[in-house]
């Protein structure tokens, strides 16, 4: 997986994503990515025409960048200035901000209806925040909040989280106690791993889990499946992964499907109760396939 390949596009989306899983040690382009996700629930859209968008949000952003005075070594300074250009390009200037009369629609987790409505879920906006910010070689990252994604600039040994789903707006750690507080209850008190930076492969994993959550609130194991498979196309080695395809798999019907999943799961070091439950379950499967 290389950014060539990125840059010259891809033929068929999952053969892009399996490529990351089979090469977890290389830099990955989480745009590109959720695009290529996006893709193989909307076969009939051009992906150029998607990707041909992203790369304006980071030329605008460039533009933009050339036009300030950022003559000063204040690390301070120059992540507010920064900070503010992300906000204009993507908010102000593309209309981009979250969802939140249709929160669980399926199309706030798919990058493509995202771009065509400027409308999404944290994650999803988040990615148009990252990818934008990269092109011009600044600092960013997912933070790993629980319930609610958001992304971090960094400038030298400075940063500011920022919230994409409000507009970009900073979050300082009274908003964070605040947040968590009103998402967990009065008792919750924030922890360090709550602000901790992810990967791109995680993020990519988390915009996925929310369209399986919903996936399988609304009853669709089939598709509910079919989104977990696509998360070990690039995390093959996720043993929660193979655990959940191998039960849902199980409930649909599908038993050989189920089986190689509950295999997969016991070739892992997971939980005494995961995999006693998991042997039991694979043991019943072998005895009707019998």
């Known amino acids: 997986m290389t ?3 990125a840059a010259k596009g891809w033929q068929s989306p999952d053969v892009y994503l399996r490529a990351i899983g089979a090469a977890p040690e290389l830099p990955l382009d989480v745009a590109e990515a959720a695009l290529a996700f996006a893709a193989l629930d909307c076969p009939e859209v051009d992906p150029r025409e998607y990707r041909a968008h992203l790369g304006t949000l980071a030329e605008d952003l460039r533009q933009l ?7 000063t070594d204040d690390a301070d300074a120059i992540l507010a200035v920064r900070a503010d250009m992300l906000r204009n390009v993507l908010s102000t200037r593309h209309g981009y901000r979250g969802d939140q009369s249709t929160y669980d629609d399926l199309q706030n ?4 209806r995202v771009i065509d409505r400027r409308r999404g879920l944290p994650v999803a906006l988040s990615i148009l ?6 092109a011009l070689n600044w600092q ?21 989280i920022l919230d994409p789903f409000d507009q970009g707006a900073p979050r300082d750690i009274v908003d964070l106690r605040e947040k968590l507080k009103a998402m967990a209850g009065e008792k ?16 990519l994993l988390r915009l996925q889990n929310n369209l399986k959550l919903r996936l399988v609130q609304e009853g669709e ?18 043993a929660a992964f193979w655990r959940e395809a191998g039960l849902i798999h199980h409930r649909l019907g599908h038993l050989t499907a189920a089986r190689q999943a509950l295999q997969r799961f016991l070739g892992f070091d997971s939980s005494p109760a995961q ?15 019998q």
């Open 3 to 5: 950014e060539d390949v």
């Open 65 to 71: 960048a050339r036009l300030e005075d950022l003559s």
């Open 109 to 112: 987790a798919n990058l493509i």
């Open 129 to 134: 925040y990252i990818h934008a910010a990269r």
């Open 140 to 160: 960013i990252e997912g933070v790993n909040f629980p319930g609610h994604f958001m992304i971090r600039l960094r400038v030298g040994n400075r940063a500011v």
């Open 188 to 203: 919750a008190e924030l922890r360090p791993d709550q602000s901790a930076a992810v990967s791109d492969r995680d993020i």
């Open 221 to 238: 194991l089939q598709r509910a499946v079919a989104v977990v498979e696509r998360m070990l196309w690039i995390a093959p080695d996720q």
């Open 275 to 289: 995999r006693h439950q998991a042997a039991r379950l694979l043991q019943e499967i072998e005895r009707i396939l």
